[in-house]
C-alpha cells in the first residue's frame, strides 16, 4: 500500500500568511495526488485534482505542485474560511489512501 | 448540479448488518464510478470502496473486503453498500463520493470529487 505522510499535522497562521501544506508518498504516484479541504461537521471539498488542476469555483489562491513522491498545497494568502483540516490523496492505485491531515487554526 | 445524498445510517450491533443508500443527481450516473469513503469520529479519512460505471468493477480496502458489497442501481441513479459482520471499528461517518475516472492505457484511475455529507453507522451493543 502507499502510505501518504502529510506535514505539518497542524499549524497556526493569520489571516493573509502564507501557508504550505507537505505530502509525501511512500512510492511514486506520479501526478495523481488530489487535495481535498473539510471544516468541523462538513463534508469533504474537492479542491485540487491531478497534482495542481483546481477544481471548478476554488480560489486561485489555492495552488498545488509537485510530481513522484513529494507534493505540497499552498494558500498564498490566508483568509478566515480558509480555516479547515486539509487532506491529501493519491489515486495512483488501489487501496486509495489519504495523508493524517493537516489542521490549519486561526493565530 | 451533482448532488449526492446518504442514508441508512443506524446504530447496529456488533456481528450485524446495515445497507447504505446514497441518491445522485445532476449527472449521468450510468457512466461515473462512485465511491465510499469512512470517518471515524475524531479521526481522518479512510477510503473504503469504489465501483465502475458500469458495475463491473469493484475495489475495496482490506478492512472491508469480505464483509462489505458495493453495488449500483442504474436505473435508480443510487449507490449501495451493505456492509455485514460489523464490528466496533467500522463505527463512522460513511460518505457516498461521486468520482471520475482517467483512462490512460488499459489502467483506469479513479479521482474523488463531489462528497456528500454522510451518514452514520454506530457498532455497539
Known amino acids: 500500500d502507499i502510505q501518504m505522510t502529510q506535514s505539518p499535522s497542524s499549524l497556526s497562521a493569520s489571516v493573509g500568511d502564507r501557508v504550505t501544506i507537505s505530502c509525501r508518498a511512500s512510492?511514486?504516484?506520479?501526478?495523481?495526488l488530489a487535495w481535498f479541504q473539510q471544516k468541523p461537521g462538513k463534508a469533504p471539498k474537492a479542491l485540487i485534482y491531478?497534482?495542481?488542476n483546481l477544481q471548478s469555483g476554488v480560489p486561485s489562491r489555492f495552488n498545488g505542485g509537485g510530481s513522484g513522491t513529494d507534493f505540497t498545497l499552498t494558500i498564498s494568502s490566508l483568509q478566515p474560511e480558509d480555516y479547515a483540516t486539509y487532506y491529501c490523496?493519491?489515486?495512483?492505485?488501489?487501496?486509495?489512501?489519504f495523508g493524517g491531515g493537516t489542521k490549519v487554526e486561526i493565530k | 448540479e451533482v448532488q449526492v445524498v446518504e442514508s441508512g445510517g443506524a446504530l447496529v450491533q456488533p456481528g450485524g448488518s446495515v445497507r447504505l443508500s446514497c441518491a445522485t443527481s445532476?449527472?449521468?450516473?450510468?457512466?461515473?464510478?462512485m465511491s465510499w469513503v469512512r470517518q471515524a469520529p475524531g479521526k481522518g479519512l479512510e477510503w473504503v470502496s469504489t465501483?465502475?460505471?458500469?458495475?463491473?468493477?469493484?475495489f475495496y480496502a482490506d478492512s472491508v473486503k469480505g464483509r462489505f458489497t458495493i453495488s449500483r442501481d442504474n436505473s435508480k441513479n443510487t449507490l449501495y453498500l451493505q456492509m455485514n459482520s460489523l464490528r466496533a471499528e467500522d463505527t463512522a461517518v460513511y460518505h457516498c463520493?461521486?468520482?471520475?475516472?482517467?483512462?490512460?492505457?488499459?489502467?483506469?484511475?479513479?479521482?474523488?470529487?463531489?462528497w456528500g455529507q454522510g451518514t452514520t453507522v454506530t457498532v455497539s451493543s
Open positions: 463520493v461521486y468520482t471520475t475516472t482517467l483512462t490512460i492505457g488499459t489502467t483506469n484511475y479513479y479521482g474523488m470529487d463531489v
Open positions: 445532476g449527472f449521468y450516473f450510468n457512466i461515473y464510478a
Open positions: 465501483i465502475g460505471g458500469s458495475g463491473g468493477s469493484a
Open positions: 512510492q511514486g504516484i506520479s501526478h495523481f
Open positions: 491531478a497534482t495542481s
Open positions: 490523496q493519491q489515486y495512483s492505485g488501489f487501496p486509495l489512501t
